[in-house]
């Protein structure tokens, strides 16, 4: 992962504000408490007390401040468990860090747990010797051994997590709008729906928001749950010196007949050009609906704001419906567009079962995996009612690593482009193309979420 905790909004990590740095060591135990390798490097969970110098651990490997402060450890503690926070100690500091937390995902036709990773890292000093691969494959392991059907994380970097059986499965797209040139109607002075839009103090975002993203969740596969320290950190409730809160404008969107559908927030600077022009840059930080209607008024409202030039947003689905509201849909120009959910099938039989399919048909599937946690021959017999899978012993239609099954899953991969590119092997003709109306799903994954 990219970024200390389970972050409210996409932004890179800042650095941690430093004054009354906290040093500590870690006293080398007498007896190993994890395991320990033939190099005297131990991985092993980490106990309150070693808390600080995991996270001074933290800070060396994400390039921040090296020193962390009390107000830093204290913001971050109420998000650790320590039953799920490993560590790699060497003469009695940390050196690396890793921890998971549970997760709901949405995925085609319904959620799954999922066992999301965070907090990857290893210092300098000890990088390309193992250390990752020793954390994550005992904890892939003992996830799948816990029952949970997949994995999740965010990669910072394209290469790391693909030996590991992860593979991209939602991208992010981020847009920067021209509002100048957007042909919106400048008189523009409210929903024409009948539905309203109105601001939002943070006490009712914290009363409204999680019920009406778990609306969201449902319909948005790629989408992960938000947990009530998610919405405090949204809304400043907690705040963290590496983290700066500042407080965005809420808005949300009801229906004629009063429902809540949408809510966004969004921030802005505060700039004047030299002929005493407004030129302000408003960020988009969340927009979340449950209906096109309201999707489409919050996104005018933004983009109709007085004072402002441009509207930037932060990663969404790829295929956003943005740009297309947009009578002139050019005024709004791709900023980035890369992976962003990485998943990792743990459990074939669950996982797959787990989904609904855009046809009915059956697959018999060979999956190959590196670390054996996903791998052997499966059937799947799917439709858009569910589906049903099970181990086999009939001749494969497609063989594929588990990071290409990862990146199917959600259905944002093409099987026909992966068996174009060699990632994928037809071993029956056409397959590919069944798995391609299988697994594709009509609108893309999106993941809102840094985690
Ligand atoms: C990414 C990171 C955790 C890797 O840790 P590590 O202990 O060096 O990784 P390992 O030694 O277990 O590497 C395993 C393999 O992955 C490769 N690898 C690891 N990180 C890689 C990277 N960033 N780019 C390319 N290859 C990488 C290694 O070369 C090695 O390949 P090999 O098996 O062919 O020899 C570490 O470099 C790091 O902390 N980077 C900065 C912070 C960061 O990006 N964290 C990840 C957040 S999502």
């Known amino acids: 992962m990219t970024r200390d905790d389970a972050q409210p909004t996409s932004s890179e990590p800042t650095d941690p504000a430093t004054p009354s740095p906290v040093t500590s060591t870690v006293s080398p135990p007498s007896a190993a408490r994890g395991v320990r390798g033939a190099d005297g490097i131990e991985i092993r969970k980490v106990t309150e007390a070693e808390y600080p110098d995991w996270m001074r651990a933290i800070a060396v490997g994400f390039l921040s401040a090296p020193a962390v402060t009390e107000a830093e450890i204290e913001g971050r503690r109420g998000g650790i468990d320590f039953d799920r926070t490993l560590g790699a100690v060497d003469a009695g500091r940390y050196v690396a860090t890793y921890r998971s937390f549970p997760q709901t995902l949405s995925v085609p036709g319904g959620t799954l747990p999922s066992h999301a990773v965070t907090n990857v890292t290893v210092s300098p000093t000890h990088r390309r010797r193992g250390l990752l691969s020793r954390m994550m494959t005992g904890d892939l392991a003992a996830a799948k051994e816990a029952g949970t059907p997949v994995s999740t994380l965010v990669s910072a970097e394209y290469p790391i997590y693909g030996r590991f059986g992860y593979g991209p499965a939602a991208r992010a797209t981020s847009w920067s709008v021209e509002l100048s040139r957007t042909g919106l109607d400048s008189r523009w002075s409210g929903p024409r729906d009948g539905g309203r839009i109105d601001l939002v103090p943070l006490d009712e975002v914290r009363k409204t928001g999680p019920e009406l993203y778990t609306r969201f969740l449902a319909r948005q596969p790629g989408a992960v749950s938000r947990d009530e320290r998610w919405w405090q950190l949204a809304t400043g409730e907690i705040q963290v010196p590496s983290m700066p809160w500042n407080e965005p404008f809420w808005a949300a969107y009801r229906s004629a007949s009063g429902e809540l559908e949408g809510m966004v ?44 030039s441009r509207v930037r947003t932060e990663g969404r689905a790829p295929d956003d419906l943005l740009p297309d509201y947009l009578p002139d849909p050019r005024a709004a120009r791709v900023r980035t567009h890369s992976d962003f959910l990485w998943l990792r099938i743990l459990d074939v039989v669950r996982a797959l079962e787990g989904r609904t399919y855009g046809v009915a048909d059956s697959l018999v599937l060979e999956v190959r995996d590196g670390l054996g946690l996903a791998a052997g021959r499966f059937r799947l017999d799917g439709g858009p009612d569910g589906a049903s899978c099970a181990p086999t012993g009939d ?57």
């Open 395 to 451: 001749a494969a239609d497609l063989t594929l690593d588990a990071g290409e099954l990862g990146a199917l899953y959600l259905g944002d991969a093409s099987a026909v482009r992966l068996a174009a590119l060699g990632s994928v092997r037809e071993d029956r003709p056409g397959a590919a193309a069944a798995a391609e109306l299988m697994f594709r799903t009509a609108r893309r994954p999106w993941c809102p979420d840094v985690f």
């Open 265 to 308: 927030a969004y921030s802005s600077d505060h700039k004047w050009d030299e002929a005493k022009q407004p030129d302000n840059t408003v960020t988009v930080e969340q927009l979340f609906t449950v209906s096109p209607e309201a999707e489409r008024a919050l996104w005018e409202y933004v983009c109709s704001l007085d004072w402002a």
